[in-house]
């Protein structure tokens, strides 16, 4: 079993859907990333968190630390949206544990 | 600010040849990170560098993989006698203290 699993691996919306992106994870952490991968592309952190709730933008990211789980929300999604979305989580060893990512594809 | 400068980004590299990846990291960060992606799986972690030390090098093999992080000038990750197996991307991503990482653009190595 993965230390860090994702759902769903892939996930189709059309323009303006809400859309969300499951973490679980099943080490101790010091704090959990969500990293976007544009194919062929560089990769861009998106949120660091280590509690509670961030957004920025159309993003959300939430985490529950005593479930070990950390949803990412897109509002009012959109073609540019398409991308692969990867649940990373970094312990005392700072080193990055990643998930498998969820491509999302968003159509018009 | 630049960013994290990856180069070159794309390297083509025939059976048993060298390969040298460089990575600058954001200027005033410390931290240098190697992360592998291999052709439809996810990234894992190599090696973890801070100026001059190699911190921790438990994902990188063992053999033919090296890596440095000189006081001056940018890491380098090199690869000796290149293997079709090799073929991947591999990212570099640096920080200023532990987390808050930034990532560099990728070199897509291919190993023909």
């Known amino acids: 079993k993965n230390e860090v699993e994702q759902s769903p691996q892939n996930l189709t919306a059309q323009e303006g859907e809400f859309i969300t992106i499951n973490c679980s994870y099943s080490?101790?952490?010091?704090?959990l990333h969500w990293l976007q991968q544009h194919p062929g592309g560089g990769i861009v952190s998106l949120f660091m968190l280590s509690s509670g709730k961030k957004k920025h933008g159309r993003l959300i990211a939430t985490i529950n630390i005593q479930e070990k789980h950390s949803s990412l929300h897109i509002t009012a999604s959109h073609p540019r949206d398409s991308a692969v979305y990867i649940c990373a989580v970094s312990g005392n060893t700072d080193k990055l544990i990643f998930g498998t990512g969820t491509r999302l594809q968003v159509f018009p | 600010n630049a960013g994290v400068m990856q180069n070159p980004r794309h390297l083509v590299r025939r059976r048993g040849q060298e390969a040298r990846l460089r990575c600058s990291p954001m200027?005033?960060?410390?931290?240098v990170y190697w992360y592998r992606q291999l052709p439809e799986e996810g990234l894992k972690f190599m090696v973890y560098?801070?100026?001059?030390?190699?911190?921790?090098e438990s994902g990188m093999p063992k053999e033919r993989f090296s890596a440095e992080f000189p006081k001056e000038g940018p890491s380098i990750l090199r690869i000796q006698q290149v293997v079709r197996g090799d073929s991947a991307a591999y990212f570099c991503?640096?920080?200023?203290?532990?987390?808050?990482?930034?990532f560099g653009s990728g070199t897509r190595l291919t190993v023909v």
């Open positions: 080490v101790g952490i010091s704090a």
């Open positions: 200027k005033g960060h410390s931290h």
């Open positions: 560098l801070q100026k001059e030390n190699i911190i921790d």
């Open positions: 991503a640096s920080s200023p203290t532990r987390g808050g990482y930034t």
